[in-house]
Each structure stands twice: as structure tokens, then as C-alpha cells.
Nanobody, 118 residues
């Protein structure tokens, strides 16, 4: 298992930026693909992006491509989500998760609230 703690959420106006961080501890960070998910009020949790140890990246939809950037610092056991040009529809609780070959996305952080005002 790996323990995950997100930070960096908050209230921002539309067009603004936030950088989320997720610090990992426990098992070897490099063993995991690290992902970001979000859950808006009344909606299901959705995949945002993930990144492998070697830096292979996937983004979920065109809605975040070009605005969100995922990255990781393996030396600091931390994964980031840089969010630019934020929109009110980006408002959600953002979760960090770790994916292994055996457990899938089996480890989750507690989430951090992002609120974008219009």
C-alpha cells in the first residue's frame, strides 16, 4: 500500500490557475502509475490524467487537454496537477490515486476541493 496526501486546492476565479500536489509514502513510489481523478457534485468520479514512472501520460478528455498538465517528481515521491484556464465546470473534489498491476487504482488520497467561481 501507499499513503497519499493531496494539497493545493482552493477557490479561484475562472481563468485562474492552481497546482495540486500529492505526496506519497509507503511502498516504492516508482512502482505505481499515479493518477488524478475528480468528482463534481452529483456526478460520478471521473478520470483526469495519469503518469507512469517513466513519464508516459494519458489525459481523459479534450476538456482538460491543453489546460491541465500532470507531472511527477520521483525523487520527492510527489505527483502534480497544474491546472490553468480554469472553468466553473472544473469545480470538483480532486483525488490522487496510485495504480499497480495487481491492485489497479487501489490506493486513494482524501481529496482536495477545487472551486472555480464565474
Amino acid at each position: 500500500q501507499v499513503q497519499l496526501v493531496e494539497s493545493g486546492g482552493g477557490l479561484v476565479q475562472a481563468g485562474g490557475s492552481l497546482r495540486l500536489s500529492c505526496a506519497a509514502s509507503g511502498r516504492t513510489f516508482s512502482s505505481f502509475v499515479m493518477g488524478w481523478f475528480r468528482q463534481a457534485p452529483g456526478k460520478e468520479r471521473e478520470f483526469v490524467a495519469d503518469i507512469s514512472w517513466s513519464g508516459v501520460i494519458r489525459y481523459s478528455t479534450d476538456s482538460v487537454k491543453g489546460r491541465f498538465t500532470i507531472s511527477r517528481d520521483n525523487a520527492k515521491n510527489t505527483v502534480y496537477l497544474q491546472m490553468n484556464s480554469l472553468k466553473p465546470e472544473d469545480t470538483a473534489v480532486y483525488y490522487c490515486a496510485a495504480r499497480s498491476d495487481t491492485r489497479g487504482y487501489g490506493d486513494w488520497g482524501q481529496g482536495t476541493q477545487v472551486t472555480v467561481s464565474s
